[in-house]
T-cell receptor, first 115, second 113 residues
Framework: DTGVSQDPRHKITKRGQNVTFRCDPI?????LYWYRQTLGQGPEFLTY????????KSRLLSDRFSAERPKGSFSTLEIQRTEQGDSAMYLC?????????????FGSGTRLTVV | DAKTTQPNSMESNEEEPVHLPCNHSTISGTDYIHWYRQLPSQGPEYVIH???SNVNNRMASLAIAEDRKSSTLILHRATLRDAAVYYCILTKNSGGSNYKLTFGKGTLLTVNP
């Protein structure tokens, strides 16, 4: 069990550019979540997948944001036309569905800086 | 959704017990109480959860008030590695079906050597 992997760890981009982040969950986990965390705040829920189906999206996820989880394995989060307000830590987490609850497993996040 | 209230910060000394409080006066009968912590530059980490009874695991203990309007996370012997932000979170179920975690600002625990 290698945990939840996120790539890249850091990303600096110019305003208006598109960025894509990748999350590799724990292999036997069928649930995957994306969160965003700004400085001094707790993480905020963005979206949730069960297998390949995206079952819930937060209002925080504007039209510029899109998330996918093809084949129910890894997931990508794309931000189009980045804005300075998108600067944050983007966290991915996974969990199994049918086992006794053991909590989410979070990755270490991708820190995005929009300049 | 029921809200939780935690102190912004707390301090402890190494090898002493730490009691982190959480108030959730509007908790409903089906809400579970979860605790996560976030070490610097890391994602959050599950600590413990419970419904009505006190719970113990290898990381901590969770003491839940009889009326469930408050709970306390207990670290029995704080170490420097326990310095983190601790989040108290309520959810509608324990995880068998869809749910999401709603984080507040948490309590920043400082552990002094």
């Amino acid at each position: 069990d290698t945990g939840v992997s996120q790539d890249p760890r850091h990303k600096i981009t110019k305003r208006g550019q598109n960025v894509t982040f990748r999350c590799d969950p724990i292999s036997e986990h069928n649930r995957l979540y994306w969160y965003r965390q700004t400085l001094g705040q707790g993480p905020e829920f963005l979206t949730y997948f069960q297998n390949e189906a995206q079952l819930e999206k937060s209002r925080l996820l504007s039209d510029r944001f899109s998330a996918e989880r093809p084949k129910g394995s890894f997931s990508t989060l794309e931000i189009q036309r980045t804005e300075q307000g998108d600067s944050a830590m983007y966290l991915c987490a996974s969990s199994p569905r049918d086992r006794v609850y053991q909590g989410y497993t979070f990755g270490s996040g991708t820190r995005l800086t929009v300049v | 959704d029921a809200k939780t209230t935690q102190p912004n910060s707390m301090e402890s000394n190494e090898e002493e017990p730490v009691h982190l409080p959480c108030n959730h006066s509007t908790i409903s009968g089906t809400d579970y109480i979860h605790w996560y912590r976030q070490l610097p530059s890391q994602g959050p980490e599950y600590v413990i959860h419970g419904l009505t009874s006190n719970v113990n695991n290898r990381m901590a203990s969770l003491a839940i008030a009889e009326d469930r309007k408050s709970s306390t996370l207990i670290l029995h012997r704080a170490t420097l590695r326990d310095a983190a932000v601790y989040y108290c979170i309520l959810t509608k179920n324990s995880g068998g079906s869809n749910y999401k975690l709603t984080f507040g600002k948490g309590t920043l625990l400082t552990v002094n050597p």
